[in-house]
Nanobody, 115 residues
Framework: QVQLVESGGGLVQAGGSLRLSCAASGSIFSINAMGWYRQAPGKQRELVAVVTSGGTTNYPDFVKGRFTISRDNAKNTVYLQMNSLKPEDTAVYYC?????????WGQGTQVTVSS
């Protein structure tokens, strides 16, 4: 089992920045990749960023150049630095850990970007 605890969401004006954190605990040795997803009201959950255990990162086009995922292995924590935020980035952001065939999710943190 892996437990994930997110923090760092909030309200920010368009063009501003936020950094989300996700602290992992439990069977962290089993984690292959960690990522961030988001879900806006009435929309499906979508991938925002992912980092593998080997350090490879991947982003969808709509956040490339604005969002950066990073990790601190000593703290078992993954971060999502979000810059140049837009109102359409407003959503609940979820941390995800992929461990074999299992997926674990955090509780989610609200990010609201005002215009």
């Amino acid at each position: 089992q892996v437990q994930l605890v997110e923090s760092g969401g909030g309200l920010v004006q368009a063009g501003g920045s936020l950094r989300l954190s996700c602290a992992a605990s439990g069977s962290i040795f089993s984690i292959n990749a960690m990522g961030w997803y988001r879900q806006a009201p009435g929309k499906q959950r979508e991938l925002v960023a992912v980092v593998t255990s080997g350090g490879t990162t991947n982003y969808p086009d709509f956040v490339k150049g604005r969002f950066t995922i990073s990790r601190d292995n000593a703290k078992n924590t993954v971060y999502l630095q979000m810059n140049s935020l837009k109102p359409e980035d407003t959503a609940v952001y979820y941390c995800n850990a992929a461990a074999g065939q299992d997926n674990y999710w955090g509780q989610g943190t609200q990010v609201t970007v005002s215009s």
